[in-house]
């Protein structure tokens, strides 16, 4: 059964810095990764799709990895802001999805 | 491109009584997923279609959940008894071919069940 952990819960950073969210998972067998984003009381937002042949995919200040081998994935967001903060859910696609739980990011101004 | 339509967007209703949560996938996606989603469990796959067909539904909760997909364009899921435990977020999502190409999610349905 796949199992797939994000690290860490939450997150608080000062405007303007570059942080890092983790996804791990435990079966490599998968066809893609795809990154969330989940404004409180809304809905997700797609923002990146990583397929298992790609190592990264980059859509403005985001960046995200895959290392299917080790079973992670990174997602980058660089000089962050205040209206980046939500949560963002990483989901592991393999015939059917399982998702992260979830890392709660609060940018300060 | 209108994306995913859940409707309607809040339910309230009473312990004992019949839900039903509406969706319409994206145009040409042939596959629908309903998703269940509470602060305890996170986001929990309920079942999923492929060419309006029933592939997984491992993740209903029990009988009293039921959900159809009567053509491309539709689909329903349907609690009867509704009981208060059932109160939640439920998203549906649609994608070509499986998840090959990633989800697109609709904004939602919070159930509250008293």
């Known amino acids: 059964k796949q199992e797939v952990t994000q690290i860490p819960a939450a997150l608080s950073v000062p405007e303007g810095e570059n942080l890092v969210l983790n996804c791990s998972f435990t079966d490599s067998a998968i066809y893609n990764l795809q990154w969330f984003r989940q404004d409180p009381g809304k809905g997700l937002t797609s923002l990146l799709l990583i397929q298992s042949s790609q190592r990264e995919q980059t859509s403005g200040r985001l960046n995200a990895s895959l290392d299917k081998s080790s079973g992670r994935s990174t997602l980058y967001i660089a000089a962050s802001q205040p209206g980046d903060s939500a949560t963002y859910l990483c989901a592991v696609n393999a015939g059917k999805s399982t998702f992260g739980d979830g890392t709660t990011l609060t940018v300060k101004p | 491109d209108a994306g995913v339509i859940q409707s309607p967007r809040h339910e309230v209703t009473e312990m004992g009584q019949e839900v039903t949560l509406r969706c319409k996938p994206i145009?040409?996606?042939?596959?629908l997923f309903w998703y269940r989603q509470t602060m305890m469990r996170g986001l929990e796959l309920l079942i999923y279609f492929n060419n309006n067909v029933p592939i997984d539904d491992s993740g209903m909760p029990e009988d009293r959940f039921s959900a159809k997909m009567p053509n491309a364009s539709f689909s329903t899921l349907k609690i009867q008894p509704s009981e208060p435990r059932d109160s939640a977020v439920y998203f549906c999502a649609s994608s070509r071919q499986g998840a090959s190409y990633g989800y697109t999610f609709g904004s939602g349905t919070r159930l509250t069940v008293v």
């Open positions: 145009s040409g996606h042939n596959s």
